[in-house]
């Protein structure tokens, strides 16, 4: 199971830290990403990180504004969205598959609910 969190109204140039917590004893064993969808548009690659955290993932249209990160202990990966653009509104959805290629070409195993993201001028 997979919950998102740390959605919400952010202004245009801001930060916002989106959280995903992964339960289960195998949730180690799987890479995880996140992925967006905008009102009208289909869902998109933002980021994804290996099973260790030791390779991370990134669509050019977040590079250098968005890092992903992931706390093995914890079970729980972070997307770091900075200088947010002024129109950026989408449901951030986590992922969590087995196949690491599979999750960046368009999702794998397991899929959040979605978490609200805004940016306001």
């Known amino acids: 199971q997979l919950v998102e969190s740390g959605g919400g109204l952010v202004q245009a140039g801001g930060s916002l830290r989106l959280s995903c917590a992964a339960s289960?004893?195998?949730?180690?064993?799987?890479?995880m990403g996140w992925f967006r969808q905008a009102a009208g548009k289909e869902r998109e690659f933002v980021a994804s990180?290996?099973?260790?955290?030791?390779?991370?993932y990134y669509a050019d249209s977040v590079k250098g504004r968005f890092t992903i990160s992931r706390d093995v202990a914890k079970n729980t990966v972070y997307l770091q969205m900075n200088s947010r653009r002024q129109g950026e509104r989408a449901v951030y959805y986590c992922?969590?598959?087995?196949?690491?290629?599979?999750?960046?070409?368009?999702?794998?195993?397991?899929w959040g609910q979605g978490t609200q993201v805004t940016v306001s001028s």
């Open positions: 990180v290996t099973r260790s955290g030791g390779f991370t």
């Open positions: 992922n969590a598959a087995i196949d690491g290629d599979r999750l960046r070409r368009g999702g794998g195993d397991y």
């Open positions: 289960g004893r195998t949730a180690s064993s799987y890479h």
